[in-house]
């Protein structure tokens, strides 16, 4: 059975940080995508960041660049969402989802076969 797990969500003060984790179990880690997603109230869920499988590289959403860093850890089948300078656009449910291949890229939601319940992040101006 696939699970993916977030912890690290909170609430934070604008400009503060947070770190977000994602324990994934019941596949091959190494073999697939990895994706960090968002969904504000009342919004669309959307990407924020990507890191590929073999060393294809992490990529992230504009509105999040030199702010975020997601990182991987193959041998413990975890990925890292480190999030500084927060805004209180940035509050939202973040999800994290895994992809064997990249069928429509790894921006695209569909792409993903397994997902996170999610964790919450609020952040207060």
């Known amino acids: 059975q696939v699970q993916l797990v977030e912890s690290g969500g909170g609430l934070v003060q604008a400009g503060g940080s947070l770190r977000l984790s994602c324990a994934v179990s019941?596949?091959?880690?190494?073999?697939?995508?990895m994706g960090w997603f968002r969904q504000a109230p009342g919004k669309e869920r959307e990407f924020v960041a990507a890191?590929?499988?073999?060393?294809?590289?992490?990529y992230y959403t504009n509105s999040v660049k030199g702010r975020f860093t997601m990182s991987r850890d193959n041998a413990e089948n975890t990925v890292y969402l480190q999030m500084n300078s927060l805004k209180p656009e940035d509050t939202a449910v973040y999800y994290c989802?895994?992809?064997?291949?990249?069928?429509?890229?790894?921006?695209?939601?569909?792409?993903?076969?397994?997902w996170g319940q999610g964790t919450q992040v609020t952040v207060s101006s």
């Open positions: 989802a895994a992809a064997r291949f990249q069928t429509h890229g790894y921006s695209y939601r569909g792409t993903y076969d397994y």
């Open positions: 890191a590929l499988r073999s060393g294809g590289g992490t």
């Open positions: 019941g596949l091959t880690f190494s073999s697939y995508h």
